[in-house]
């Protein structure tokens, strides 16, 4: 069974960063693109940006530009989210979540739906 | 970027009965890319609708989807008390990009 497993909680002080990293499978990385997702405390799903691992092609919410980086290690298999200068307000628990990708041609890329989600990371901004 | 609209926010129900939940989009939904996940408490959601209307793996007949353009429903018939649980809808399709509703609570009593 496919599985994504993500890395343990963390605590973090305002104005610092957090990585998050989401493991995967060989077939995974070559065939599906890696969304991360938070969801605040009480709150719904929030898109942060997505890459297609096998072509290093990455967008992000207009929300996070800037902000946040996502990067894929093929070596490894693993997926990083780095989300910087941190705010109380994110808080939250962060989701990596693969789908399928399709292609408009010129390298544009778009999602299908998720299909597969890690089991989420609590982050925790806090002074 | 598209708009997604859940209606009712919250609805209660009884075991046995029908659940029928809306999604509406600001602009037409382009070859029906739209999903629909179940949520239970301190889980990851799971993808329940596809496509509109096309059920994920392993997901029960009781569960069905429909709708099309800027107009999409869920619905659930035979309600079990499992069935307990947040419903969002998603866009999918546009560029490297993904939007949700802000969720329908549904609670089984």
Request: charged share 15%.
């Amino acid at each position: 069974q496919v599985q994504l497993v993500q890395s343990g909680a963390e605590v973090k002080k305002p104005g610092s960063s957090v990585k998050v990293s989401c493991e995967t499978s060989g077939d995974t990385f070559s065939r599906f693109g890696i969304s991360w997702l938070r969801q605040a405390p009480g709150q719904g799903l929030q898109w942060m940006g997505g890459i297609i691992p096998r072509f290093g092609i990455a967008n992000y919410a207009q929300k996070f530009q800037g902000r946040v980086r996502i990067t894929a290690d093929e070596s490894s298999n693993i997926v990083h989210m780095e989300l910087r200068t941190l705010r109380y307000d994110d808080t939250a628990v962060y989701f990596c979540a693969r789908a399928e990708y399709g292609d408009y041609g010129s390298g544009i890329f778009y999602f299908y739906a998720i299909d597969v989600w890690g089991q989420g990371t609590t982050v925790t901004v806090s002074s | 970027e598209i708009v997604l609209t859940q209606s009712p926010g919250a609805l209660s129900l009884s075991p046995g009965q029908r659940a029928t939940l809306s999604c509406r989009t600001s602009q037409s939904v382009g070859s029906n890319y739209l999903a629909w996940y179940q949520q239970k408490p301190g889980q990851s959601p799971r993808l329940l609708i596809y496509l509109a209307s096309d059920r994920a793996t392993g997901i029960p007949d009781r569960f069905s989807g429909s709708g099309s353009g800027t107009d999409f429903t869920l619905t659930i018939s035979r309600l079990e008390p499992e069935d307990s649980a947040m419903y969002y809808c998603q866009h999918y399709g546009s560029p490297l990009s993904i939007t949700f509703g802000q969720g329908t609570r549904l609670e089984i009593k």
